[in-house]
C-alpha cells in the first residue's frame, strides 16, 4: 500500500494520528500532518484506512500497489 497526503489541504485536525500514529505525525507549529511512513505494512491497512475516512479535508489517499 502506498499513502499520499496533501499537505496543502490538510487542515490538521489529528485524526489520522489518532487512528495510525505509526503512520502519520503532525508539524509542531502548526499541526499540518506528515508522513512518517509511505508505504506501511500490511498489517496497518486497517488504521490506515481509517485515518483517510476520518481526515475532514480529505487529504489523505491510499493506494493498493
Known sequence: ???????????????????????????EDDGIAFLLEENPSAERESAVKEAEALCPALAIRVHKK
Open 1 to 27: 500500500m502506498r499513502i499520499e497526503l496533501d499537505q496543502d489541504i490538510c487542515v490538521g485536525s489529528g485524526n489520522c494520528v489518532i487512528s495510525a500514529p505509526d503512520v502519520f505525525d503532525q508539524r
